[in-house]
């Protein structure tokens, strides 16, 4: 019967219908009081950043696969510290599950947003001094988070060096503006001189490509241009949209989460099917 019901739950049809939507909305309520796993209730969407916990959970079970006990998540655009707490928060469990611990950092300049650059980071939509950040009480609200806290600019470029971060394996992106998405790529810069700092893949997250008709956000604006413009620029890494959630209804976050293959990593070509084809197939099965 149990089975019956988990084959029920991640049947496709049913995921994307409105008992779906329902048995979703009754676990989320009953998490509280069931030891549901955590897979599960990521799955389930039943914690509160569905999106970020998928991405760490999986990036934590990739670097696991490549031996590493130990990654690094990355906000940029951190402002009042709701989505770094819950990183903070989430790693515990990304703990209990996978045995990998989680550093998390987040990238903000302190003071709200910078001026904007021209027409391309929305400026009819973001302003300057939006977003502000009280440091010292999210300090205290998370102290084991990393806060690199000036214009990214000036901070992105000796990130590596200075603080020499387990490998990167989630980046969460809300900086809003096309230039400053546009800065948080220089990190792939030292993919090739500190390939040790990162994983081959990276799974990450942009808050800024989805909005309302009075954003507008589009492939020639905001997030997708900076996007689209890293990629024409270079060959070692690219940045795309994931295409194993895109059919997935149920999951508000599908279209925002994207992949980033760092090409010329040591250990982008290293196998790690062993084992995990049975798995995936077993997944497939219960999504036909």
């Known amino acids: 019967m149990k089975s019956l019901i988990s084959k029920l739950l991640y049947m496709r049809e049913f995921r994307n219908s409105l008992a779906g939507a329902a048995t979703r909305q009754l676990i989320r309520s009953t998490s509280g009081w069931y ?3 955590v897979d599960f209730k990521v ?6 950043r569905p999106h970020y916990a998928w991405c760490m ?3 934590a079970r990739l670097g696991q696969l490549l031996g590493h006990d130990r990654i690094s998540t990355i906000e940029f655009g951190v402002a009042g510290g709701n989505g770094l707490a819950y990183m903070c928060d989430f790693a515990k469990d990304v703990k209990a599950v996978t045995g990998v611990t989680v550093d998390c950092y987040g990238f903000d300049t302190g003071a709200g947003m910078p001026p904007p650059e021209g027409p391309y980071d929305l400026p009819f939509w973001f ?3 939006q977003y502000k950040m009280d440091q010292d009480a999210l300090q205290k609200r998370v102290p084991e988070a ?3 806290i000036g214009d990214i600019r ?3 470029g000796d990130f590596i060096e200075t603080h020499q971060p387990a490998p990167i394996g989630a980046v969460f992106n809300d900086t809003d503006y096309h230039s400053s998405t546009r800065e948080t790529f220089r990190i792939y810069d030292k993919v090739t001189t500190h390939p040790q700092h990162f994983l081959p893949r990276s799974f990450m997250y942009f808050d800024d490509v989805l909005g309302s008709e009075l954003e507008m956000y589009g492939a020639h604006n905001g997030q997708l241009r900076a996007i689209s413009e890293f990629n024409d620029s270079q060959d070692a890494v690219r940045i795309h949209r994931n295409q194993n959630l895109i059919h997935q209804d149920h999951l508000p976050y ?3 989460i ?3 293959h760092l090409f010329e990593h040591p250990d982008y070509n290293r196998y790690i099917g062993a084992g995990r084809q049975e798995i995936l197939e077993d997944l497939l099965k219960l999504s036909a």
């Open 146 to 148: 990393k806060l690199i």
């Open 43 to 48: 799955d389930m969407l039943a914690v509160e």
């Open 57 to 59: 959970l999986n990036a």
């Open 35 to 37: 030891n549901y796993s």
């Open 154 to 156: 000036e901070t992105i």
């Open 258 to 260: 994207y992949y980033g």
């Open 127 to 129: 302003a300057a001094k």
């Open 254 to 256: 599908r279209h925002q």
